[in-house]
């Protein structure tokens, strides 16, 4: 697959509750709702803070940046999608601990990525019907020096 094929990918039902997170990457922003009477970020979404319980949540957008928490090495390819191997991971935002999503890191060798690497989120594009949707992937995050 080249690197301008998009690969296949179930894509999410969007609703007004996530929409914010599905299409963030159109502006380059990974977004979660946050309560904004004690600053709790909620992810999944939800319409409710779980810390306060207060319905006062909006979507904010965060820096990007994760850490691996867990990862496994996807060998078997069980639909078309990404080229196998592949890495299937859970990273938490740096922005609030417990805050994580399953996702793939990319833009490197899998045999590469560790717990406790840092990454930062790059988007990929699908169109889905009359909607588009931006799907949270990270990659390493940039040595100094690096572009």
């Given amino acids: 697959m080249s690197d301008h094929e998009v690969p296949f990918r179930i894509l999410p039902r969007v609703i007004d509750l996530n929409r914010h997170f599905w299409t963030g990457g159109e502006d380059g922003e990974l977004r979660f709702l946050r309560c904004q009477d004690d600053g709790t970020y909620v992810h999944p979404p939800s319409p409710r803070c779980p810390n306060c319980l207060g319905k006062n949540v909006s979507p904010e957008d965060v820096s990007g940046r994760a850490t691996v928490v867990t990862y496994s090495i996807n060998h078997q390819q ?67 020096g690096e572009q």
């Fill in 78 to 144: 069980w639909m078309p999608g990404p080229e196998v191997p592949y890495v299937v991971a859970i990273v938490e935002i740096v922005e609030q601990e417990g805050v994580r999503l399953t996702t793939n890191i990319v833009n490197c060798d899998v045999h590469a990525v560790r717990i406790g690497m840092p990454v930062r989120v790059v988007f990929e594009e699908h169109a889905d019907g009359d909607e588009r949707v931006w799907i949270p992937l990270f990659e390493p995050m940039k040595t100094d």
